[in-house]
């Protein structure tokens, strides 16, 4: 697996109510690169196109657990681990406390009952705290099991390259062929990017609908986005998470406010240095905010407006 190594950010942001990409030209030997120049370069050049995804892999070499639970902490310097629930109750929720004290909380899909289930290790390096719990009645919960893990990981970018839970794929998934097709036709990382941003911009339409009806816990499913061609800004990140992790570049999928509203987005990290619809600029040096949600709807003078600087946004979940 290709780890990236210089800094570069791609800051895509969503809103869970509200998607912009171009790369720039670099100069020539002489000073200067012509169109000419620019058109016969996209086509002699393109980036490597990964055919194999980051695989979280059940290896039962550190394992913690009992007869309805089973902790797969194998690979956490990759920055995930794996959990199994094979008990009866319809309702288990995963709480994973990161280093920091910030506690995250997924709903187990009663679908994935009796197979691993995937959950990021976001919280850079130290002590995380995996705590399961069994629906007892109405909105109580009962611990079953609680397990502390050591993690140290490889690099800050690992659990940004895997799939888990809320930004699933394999080899075999849709999203992963239609990043391979996507890459095939650019010329570098940035061109893919951008390549991977107008795909979705251009090709989902905001679901108001679901965004008013969808029920706590929701699982989005890249796949089932692409095929729907709708979906809220939750899916929106997944979606686009998943096409870039798919060909290694890691990605971020953040959830926190736009404001007061409550909302999802995603941040990428680049080698290349360049703009995207003149608005986000890589400086290969800083993390930098996009909506992609909100330019699927509106105009990139709404997108500007919104992501700013980046001060509108405050994250509180990574994943």
């Given at each position: 697996m290709k780890i990236k190594q210089?800094?570069?950010?791609?800051?895509?942001?969503?809103?869970?109510?509200?998607?912009?990409?171009?790369g720039c030209a670099s100069g020539s030997s002489s000073g200067k690169q012509t169109d000419t120049e620019t058109k016969t370069e996209a086509k002699t050049t393109s980036?490597?196109?990964?055919?194999?995804?980051?695989?979280?892999?059940?290896?039962?070499?550190?394992?913690?657990?009992?007869?309805?639970?089973?902790l797969d902490a194998s690979h956490t310097?990759?920055?995930?681990?794996?959990?199994c629930y094979t008990g009866e109750v319809s309702k288990i929720k995963l709480q994973i406390m990161i280093?920091?004290?910030?506690?995250y909380t997924y709903t187990l899909n009663p679908d994935a009952y009796g197979t691993y289930e995937t959950f990021p290790l976001s919280g850079s390096n130290g002590t995380y705290q995996a705590d399961?719990?069994?629906?007892?009645?109405?909105?109580?919960?009962?611990?079953?099991?609680?397990?502390?893990?050591?993690?140290?990981?490889?690099?800050?970018?690992?659990?940004?390259?895997?799939?888990?839970?809320?930004?699933?794929?394999?080899?075999?998934?849709?999203?992963?062929?239609?990043?391979?097709?996507?890459?095939?036709?650019?010329?570098?990382?940035?061109?893919?990017v951008q390549q991977v941003y107008h795909?979705?911009?251009?090709?989902?339409?905001?679901d108001e609908q679901k965004a008013e009806t969808v029920a706590s816990g929701y699982?989005?499913?890249?796949?089932?986005?692409?095929?729907?061609?709708?979906?809220?800004?939750?899916?929106?990140?997944?979606?686009?998470?998943?096409?870039?992790r798919s060909q290694h570049i890691p990605t971020k999928l953040e959830v926190g406010y736009s404001g007061e509203s409550y909302h999802a987005w995603i941040s990428v990290y680049l080698d290349e240095v360049g703009w995207v619809d003149n608005i986000i600029e890589?400086?290969?040096?800083?993390?930098?905010?996009?909506?992609?949600?909100?330019?699927?709807?509106?105009?990139?003078?709404?997108?500007?407006?919104?992501?700013?600087?980046?001060?509108?946004?405050?994250?509180?979940?990574?994943?």
């Open positions: 210089h800094t570069i950010y791609l800051l895509l942001l969503f809103l869970l109510t509200l998607f912009p990409l171009s980036r490597e196109t990964y055919t194999d995804v980051c695989t979280p892999e059940v290896s039962q070499t550190t394992v913690y657990g009992d007869d309805t639970t089973s310097e990759n920055g995930y681990l794996m959990l280093p920091d004290g910030t506690v399961l719990y069994e629906n007892v009645t109405d909105d109580k919960y009962a611990l079953i099991f609680s397990q502390s893990l050591d993690v140290t990981l490889k690099d800050e970018f690992q659990p940004y390259l895997y799939p888990n839970q809320y930004v699933w794929f394999t080899n075999d998934s849709k999203v992963t062929k239609k990043g391979q097709a996507l890459s095939e036709t650019s010329a570098d990382d940035l061109d893919y795909y979705v911009i251009e090709n989902i339409t905001y699982i989005p499913d890249p796949d089932a986005t692409m095929e729907a061609g709708t979906g809220i800004c939750f899916d929106y990140a997944s979606l686009m998470t998943a096409l870039l890589f400086d290969g040096k800083d993390w930098s905010l996009m909506d992609p949600t909100l330019a699927a709807s509106n105009s990139a003078d709404s997108v500007k407006k919104y992501i700013g600087d980046g001060s509108n946004y405050a994250v509180k979940y990574s994943y």
